[in-house]
């Protein structure tokens, strides 16, 4: 398994309100804060702080614990971050995304998500998005009234209808699915999926070396106006051709 992550603050904004978190062994998440002042930031990264804590445990759960531990989580960091908001005037209003995904190694992926931050998975040449995005255009989009090409551009289409760190109650989206060794997943803000097409996304993951695609993913977000903060982590299921090659000549 190979992991790329890269974040950056686009072409127009200052701070850069993403956050990331990489826990070894297998927890990846992207979170997208939102607040006056540097409260976004602070929303973003005490959410994945606070969910990093809760999944500690997860090495030595058992594998029907694993979903109840991740929707614990993603709540934990949700009251975390909820009574930093209420307890301090700077940070009133802030919240954040939360899009994760565990990978115990055993061909399984377990994903929680709140927002608007994405999963994407990439096989067969097809890329697929696994997260729902809880945005007012995507339960627009839902009800029939307007299309996915309709919802790409709608101007309200940053509303978000929950978020970490707003209500005390939240839904969390999770699941478990398969993957194979052939598999990449991308876990994304909205700086990466709102300037890059999924079309796009999937030209570029044409590319087999998974730094240079992650590269070229976060430089098609930055040409393409980089109006937002940029974060993505691609994870790439296979092993790297470039360590394929260092043992067999070891051998
Ligand atoms: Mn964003």
């Keep these: 398994m190979l992991v790329v992550t890269k974040t950056h603050p686009g072409l127009v904004r200052e701070n850069n309100e993403d956050a990331i978190l990489v826990q070894e062994p297998y927890i990846y998440a992207v979170a997208d804060g939102m607040g006056g002042h540097a409260s976004g930031e602070i929303a973003s990264r005490s959410a994945l702080k606070a969910f990093g804590a809760a999944t500690h445990s997860l090495r030595r759960d058992s594998s ?54 994405r999963l994407y998975i990439y096989r067969d040449n097809t890329l697929e998005k696994r997260s729902h995005d809880h945005t007012y255009v995507e339960d627009l989009k839902d009800k029939g009234c307007i299309t996915s090409e309709e919802a790409a551009i709608h101007p309200e ?29 991308l876990i994304c803000s909205d700086g990466l999926s709102d300037m890059v097409t999924d079309a796009e996304i999937a030209e570029i993951m044409l590319e087999a070396d998974t730094e240079i695609c992650a590269t070229n993913l976060l430089e098609k977000a930055l040409n393409n106006g980089g109006r937002d903060n940029v974060s993505l982590i691609l994870i790439d299921m296979a092993q790297s051709p470039k360590k394929a090659e260092e043992v067999s000549e070891n051998v």
Excluded: W
């Design 157 to 185: 289409r940053h509303i978000l209808m929950q978020a970490i760190g707003v209500e005390e109650n939240i839904h969390v989206q999770c699941e478990i699915f398969s993957i194979t060794p052939n598999d990449r997943l």
């Design 64 to 117: 029907e614990h694993i979903r109840d531990t991740l929707i614990e989580a993603v709540k934990k960091a949700n009251n975390h971050v909820l009574k930093m908001a209420v307890s301090n005037d700077e940070y009133t209003g802030m919240g954040t995304t939360l899009t994760a995904v565990y990978l115990p190694g055993n061909g399984t992926a377990y994903f929680c998500h709140v927002g608007d931050s």
